[in-house]
């Protein structure tokens, strides 16, 4: 087979997986993949024998997947470490969620038995070198046995237990701290973004970077959304359009994430609101629905199609850019459109992203005090958007979101019936009592409770605090581990 036929079917191969040369090119994704095709083909060779075809399938699934990494990047070779929970591809930390450290895990475990710290896998390792691995390792495991006398040309063997030193365990990175970096790096990303355009007066500037860090934040809603819920209401940068459209991009996407939709669609639906509030800068307007409830229908309709007339040099077959013109069009309109017509003609619903973000929109604005709403405390808030629900928004999500917020949110600081104070760091599971959060007391040196254990029954939350009525810092408590 030529060269060239080879490099267009490692291609096709590429798309087939739903990525770009690109994307395989980034440290994360390339780590996550490599660890998943590691995972499937050792997890084939322990339930079947090595020389069995569904082992020799994913072998060669395997190879494809080697041969395009080794085509996409420089490196003479793939280092792969294990150290406890930690996943190490070239250098790079892999941050897993759930499902991909359970893998981990029965890796780690595997490694454990053979004694194997990581591997080194070089570019010229073929098919049948890495069926002798796997030989020699299922028997090692099995054993519990190093494999110091086994000897392979293109794979290089770090012997030793997969755990971490002393000092790589002192080390390691709080998550929480990680969290609060992702974070913060994109309120100021954000807000430098929004200085851009206000000098330039023009809302065509470069995103990557914006774009990069709400992949980022999708990539930790699964696994570190009570985190990210913490932060938002802690005001880590005064209030202001940046940080409303920061925070209200990540509810969206947590919204997004919560209806089973793909981390792609997640960060669109997060960027959808960034680029609206950039095109906002630039005269595009952004109303407010459920403050709107006499709309002169024809004078709004009017107003939107102009708005969208301004746009549409901006619309170039991209998901993000059909979603701004989409918002757009529909920005000011009732949601379910069953006054007069025109809008346009007769009863329609808005598009789900528009709902989606009009509801965490004015949540924030709520929390933050923003454009003539009067800050108010997450609880009220909360309670705000219930009594608006099927008449500005659409129930079903109204529903949603307070059974992902709470009915006291994350971040909210409480006073318990014992007299003491607290923070919610956790909302309650779907099954139960949504008055009963998890709940960190400062009056008891921080210590966590699950208000819903049965143990704690006799304590319940008597009110929230307003902020100026604590003494404790709320970043602080919020970010103990």
């Known amino acids: 087979m030529s060269a060239d036929h080879n490099a267009d079917a490692i291609d096709q191969n590429i798309k087939a997986r739903g990525l770009t040369p690109e994307q395989l090119g ?74 991909a450290q359970k893998r981990h895990n029965e890796l780690r475990d595997l490694f454990t038995d053979a004694s194997i710290r990581g591997l080194e896998l070089r570019r010229n390792l073929t098919a049948d070198e890495f069926i002798r691995f796997l030989i020699e390792l299922k028997e090692a495991s099995l054993k519990k046995e190093d494999m110091k006398h086994v000897r392979l040309p293109n794979i290089e063997i770090a012997h030793g237990a997969p755990i971490r030193s002393i000092i790589e365990a002192v080390s390691k ?7 609060t970096h992702v974070y913060i790096r994109g309120l100021v990303k954000v807000k430098n973004m929004h200085d851009q355009v206000k000098e330039r007066q023009d809302s ?53 994430d919560r209806m089973g939709l793909d981390i792609n669609t997640a960060t669109y639906v997060g960027m959808a609101v960034l680029y609206q509030d950039v095109d906002r800068l630039v005269g595009v307007a952004v109303a407010h629905r459920d403050r709107e409830t006499q709309l002169n229908v024809q004078h709004q309709f009017n107003s939107n199609l102009r708005d969208v007339a301004k746009m549409l040099n901006r619309v170039q077959g991209d998901v993000i850019s059909t979603l701004r ?57 909360i309670q705000y958007i219930e009594s608006r629900s099927g008449d500005a928004f659409d129930p079903a999500l109204v529903d949603l979101f307070v059974s992902t917020m709470g009915i006291y949110p994350i971040g909210a600081n409480v006073e318990l019936t014992t007299g003491e104070r607290a923070m919610v760091i956790r909302t309650p599971s779907p099954s139960a009592d949504p008055k009963r959060p998890v709940v960190r007391i400062v009056d008891r040196g921080n210590t966590v409770v699950d208000l819903s254990d049965p143990r704690y029954q006799h304590i319940e939350i008597a009110r929230t605090i307003q902020t100026d009525e604590q003494d404790f810092s709320s970043s602080r408590l919020f970010l103990l581990t």
């Open 173 to 179: 990175v709080n998550q929480a701290m990680y969290v």
């Open 325 to 381: 013109v989409l918002l757009t069009y529909e920005r000011g309109c009732p949601f379910n459109t069953n006054v007069t017509r025109p809008f346009y003609r007769g009863s329609r619903n808005l598009h789900l992203v528009t709902r989606i973000i009009d509801l965490c929109r004015t949540y924030d604005l709520l929390i933050q005090g923003l454009e003539g709403y009067k800050a108010r405390r997450p609880d009220l808030a």
């Open 26 to 99: 980034d440290p994360q994704i390339f780590g996550k993949l490599f660890f998943d095709n590691l995972y499937r083909i050792l997890k084939v060779g322990s339930i079947y024998e090595i020389e069995h075809n569904q082992t020799r399938l994913a072998v060669e699934e395997f190879f494809n997947f080697f041969q395009e990494s080794m085509r996409l990047n420089e490196e003479e070779s793939f280092a792969i470490m294990i150290r406890d929970e930690l996943a190490i591809v070239n250098g790079v930390t892999l941050r897993l969620d759930r499902q």
């Open 204 to 256: 065509n500037i470069p995103m990557g970077v914006v774009k990069r860090i709400l992949q980022t934040v999708s990539d930790l809603l699964s696994d570190d959304d009570f985190t990210i819920l913490g932060l938002l209401p802690l005001r880590l940068l005064p209030p202001s359009l940046a940080t409303h459209s920061f925070n209200s991009a990540i509810y969206a996407m947590l919204i997004a």
